[in-house]
Structures are given as structure tokens and as C-alpha cells.
Nanobody, 121 residues
Framework: QVQFVGSGGGLVQPGGSLRLSCAAS????????MSWYRQAPGKERELVAVITSTSGSRNYADSVKGRFTISRDNAENTVYLQMNSLKPEDTGVYYC??????????????WGQGTQVTVSS
């Protein structure tokens, strides 16, 4: 059974930082590209960042480039998202998932519960 367990979210002021973690299980983590998505209130889920299986390539949505960094630890089956210079529009529930597609990325497994990030003063 595939599981994604996220942590590290919370309430932060604009300009602040958070580091999200997502522990994955139930599939061969080291062979999959991994991603972070987010869903803001009233909006569709959007892809934020992708990292390939060996961390050789990382891609970001334009809205987070230069502020967010995705990384992974294949020994721990965990993917991370370091978020700096946070803005109110970064507010939402953040999810991780394995992806495939080599550019036109699609998630592979059912979503976990996600972790809430709220950026507000």
C-alpha cells in the first residue's frame, strides 16, 4: 500500500521559511521522480516542483523559482521542500507524490493527507 506522510507545515509570516518533509512507502522510491504539489483554497491542485530519481534534474513552477528548493534522500525514502521568502499566495495544502512523464508530469499514486502551509501576518 502506497503511503505519503507529510510534515513540517504550519503558520509563518510573509518572508519566513519552512521545510516540508514527505516520507514515502509502498513502492521503490529510488526509481521514481518525486514531486510536490499544492492546492490553495478554491483552486485546483498545481505542480510546484519535481526532482528526478537521482537528483540529476529539478524543475520548478515559475511562481516559486528562486525561493523553493526540492531535494530527496533515497536512503530514507523522503522528499523535502525548502521554502524561503514565503508569500501569502503560497498558502495551501502541500502534497508529495511520485510522478512520471518526463516533462508532462502526472502523479502516479493516490494522494496522502498533505500538510497545511499558511502564510499570514
Amino acid at each position: 500500500q502506497v503511503q505519503f506522510v507529510g510534515s513540517g507545515g504550519g503558520l509563518v509570516q510573509p518572508g519566513g521559511s519552512l521545510r516540508l518533509s514527505c516520507a514515502a512507502s509502498g513502492f521503490t522510491f529510488s526509481l521514481h521522480a518525486m514531486s510536490w504539489y499544492r492546492q490553495a483554497p478554491g483552486k485546483e491542485r498545481e505542480l510546484v516542483a519535481v526532482i528526478t530519481s537521482t537528483s540529476g534534474s529539478r524543475n520548478y513552477a515559475d511562481s516559486v523559482k528562486g525561493r523553493f528548493t526540492i531535494s530527496r534522500d533515497n536512503a530514507e525514502n523522503t522528499v523535502y521542500l525548502q521554502m524561503n521568502s514565503l508569500k501569502p499566495e503560497d498558502t495551501g495544502v502541500y502534497y508529495c507524490n511520485a510522478v512520471a512523464g518526463g516533462g508532462r508530469w502526472s502523479h502516479l499514486y493516490p494522494w496522502g493527507q498533505g500538510t497545511q502551509v499558511t502564510v499570514s501576518s
